[in-house]
């Protein structure tokens, strides 16, 4: 299984179970993607299903707490991925 990591910006939330976000890319002619995300392990009901606009905000709730919170390293004004302070110290950019 091949993994990879971004560090996104939220941009919408279409139900309780789908987000979509806006991801950098490579490419300099055009330098975000936006990328629509499902949440592995949640069952939430669609938004025209009974209870589906609630379970949307209550998604959307968490993301603006976290977005606020700012938790762990995404606490510093300027955080650094992790992946990226180990990219630079092994150049000795430090």
């Known amino acids: 299984m091949i993994s990879t990591t ?7 939330i279409s139900d309780g179970d789908t987000l979509t976000a806006r991801c950098p890319t ?13 949440l592995a392990g949640i069952d939430a009901p669609e938004k025209r299903q009974p209870l ?15 977005r606020e919170r700012r938790p762990g390293l995404w ?3 300027e955080p ?5 302070r180990r990219k630079t ?3 000795g950019l430090r």
């Open 6 to 12: 971004l560090i996104c910006l939220v941009v919408g």
């Open 89 to 91: 110290e092994r150049q």
């Open 75 to 77: 606490a510093d004004r």
């Open 26 to 38: 490579q490419d300099a002619a055009h330098p975000y993607q936006q990328v629509n995300v499902r």
């Open 52 to 66: 589906g606009e609630r379970s949307r905000q209550h998604l959307a709730g968490i993301e603006a707490d976290a």
């Open 80 to 84: 650094v991925a992790p992946w990226e």
